[in-house]
């Protein structure tokens, strides 16, 4: 393949950059087939929880009157509060423009119920397919709960698995954090377990497990952790992970993923909007990847100074993937250190990112302002390259970026064709 003079190689990185499909391999998205579980459109896209926390800066609201509002309402006062009273200048406020942007919608008239109209008439699926135009994302791993009453129903029916763009990740966070909870919950789907940790609880809870993963073809198992998590320690979620995720992991030949360093709810009253980040001790990962060499790891941290030591982790462990920068870290300065960090201590062998998105349409801006920033980075260490006289070829460039953006994770979790 024909090497690349200087001047070309960022233009074409950043070309392809923003060509390559994505894998998105941690989303709260849904296929249409689960309905209202799928979110997209202007009010949801405002009332994403990301732009609820930025908005009561600007209030002295309680936030119980915010919460009885109707969704428009709510919407309404967001957009009064971050882009007309002030300027969007936050990521997530900013996204919301870059996606009205890329859909061809004019703001200059600031009219919410202007742009309002301009989402009428779609159907969830056609907005679906002209995301997936758009955001080039070509497949998305949702998070799927067994014990959410609306979308049970969807797998029991057989419907999870219709649309083969999306696939499913297995989320266990109340088996490892809300134990209690986990019991009824199991108790009420059949499963015989008691609070007590027995033998018998534990092959019920293995069973649940196998029996969901198969049901609704998981990639991965899935949790996201306080950053509190000792492991190992005397403790369920030592028991839990050792004693059944790990054995069901491996004998359904499936990764792991642990999203640690969450703080739940340190201002209850903002729900969903509350939570904070916390440092994390990262010898828990450290002790899972030595106690369990054959197991794979997907590990993503929310603290940044996290960061570097996980990444420094990934260099001692080949069964620990690094992936995404998650919720706060998801914001142009972030992303640009960790990647540009995470490609220095790792080359391609990571996944920069994942999107997290929750409404439909956020794909748009999440890869959008990801993929400039890694186009950006990986740019500036071909062109060091290209002054050692190590030229790359557009066929590198491709191959690079089809390998952080959907490969790895693919080969990572054992499935190398679905890459294709
Ligand atoms: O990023 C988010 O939207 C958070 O609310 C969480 O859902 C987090 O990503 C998680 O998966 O726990
Ligand atoms: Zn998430």
Redesign the pocket.
Known sequence: AAALPFDQVREKTMQLAYQTPVTDM?T?LYAPAFDELLLWGVDELLTY??LISEAFRWSDEPYEQFWSWTKKEQADWIWKKLFIDHSPVSEAATGFLTILHRLGIDTTARNLDEIRAAFSNITTEQQVDRVMEVSKVRKIVM?NDPFDPLERPVWDTNQGKADQRFYAALRV?NLLNNWQQAVQDLQMLGYDVTAEWTEKTKAEVRRFLVEWIEKIDALYL?V?MTGDFAYPADDHRSRMVDEVMVPVCQQKSIPFAL?IG?KRRVNPGLQ?AG?MSMHSDVSAVEALCRNYPDQKFLITMLARENQHELAVLARKFRNLMVFGC??FL?IESMVEEMTRFRMELLGTAMIPQHS?C?VFEQLIYKWEHSRTIIGNVLADKYEKLHRSGWAVSEADISRDLDDMLNRNFWNFIGCPEEAN
């Open positions: 941690h709260h929880h990301y998070t966070d899935a996201s999203m969450v969903l939570d998650w919720w998801h997290d929750r």
